[in-house]
């Protein structure tokens, strides 16, 4: 049972433009949410987060919203940029339990010229 | 954030061999997980990696083929024993911080390819 999902294995946005990145979730008890980026050859990186009494929380480039009645959350990053260029994890978990984060299957972002 | 390293990087192994995995971190944490990327998936965690007492492992992972070590709480080591090819992963350590804000931080990992 694949709690946390993201349906789009790849996308590709223009330098400059906005690159939205979606995940959903079917757990209710999650209440926390974060985002990874992942090169190739390297461990995840944090990105940035957000918990459930919030929807919506930016840091520079990146914006993540969250959309608790539809279990979606999407990651934007504006401008885009060819070092963006990386496979993005969704994670969720349920803080009030054994602290274990749930992924997505990632999505592979390309950043083209 | 929190700094930390694994040994080996990348290794190829022969069918029926054991490898250990080791992670450092650069200061104490409670809680050390170990999971693996297979090719192409998201990533799994096989077991928290617990200090002074035995492993808690996933659903699918056992102690006899993944044994964890955890022996302070700057350092844990995961094996892989007696593998096959279905091993190919990358494994990563984890470490949770839980300040200012609770977040799950990653080794580089180690990319193990079984023969």
């Known amino acids: 049972d694949q709690q946390v999902k993201q349906n789009s294995p790849s996308l590709s946005v223009q330098e400059g433009r906005i690159s939205i990145l979606n995940c959903d979730y079917t757990n209710s008890m999650f209440d926390y949410f974060l985002w990874y980026k992942k090169y190739p050859a390297e461990g995840p990186t944090f990105l940035i987060s957000i918990s459930s009494i919030k929807d919506k929380n930016e840091d520079g480039r990146f914006t993540v919203f969250l959309n608790k009645s539809a279990k979606h959350l999407s990651l934007h990053i504006v401008p885009s940029q060819p070092g963006d260029s990386a496979v993005y994890f969704c994670a969720a978990i349920n803080t009030g339990t054994a602290s274990k984060l749930t992924f997505g299957t990632g999505t592979r972002l390309q950043v083209t010229l | 954030s929190a700094v930390i390293s694994q040994k080996p990087s990348r290794d190829i192994c022969q069918r029926g061999t054991s490898l250990t995995i080791q992670c450092q971190v650069d200061s104490q944490v409670t809680m050390m997980f170990w999971y693996r990327q297979q090719p192409g998936q998201s990533l799994t965690l096989i077991a928290t990696?617990?200090?002074?007492?035995?492993?808690?492992?996933e659903s699918g992972f056992v102690i006899d083929k993944f044994p964890i070590s955890r022996p302070n709480l700057t350092f844990s080591t995961l094996t892989v024993s007696n593998m096959s090819p279905e091993d190919s992963s990358i494994y990563l350590c984890s470490v949770l911080r839980d300040s200012p804000q609770e977040t799950q931080y990653f080794g580089p990992g180690t990319r193990l390819l079984v023969l």
């Open positions: 990696a617990n200090q002074g007492s035995e492993a808690t492992y």
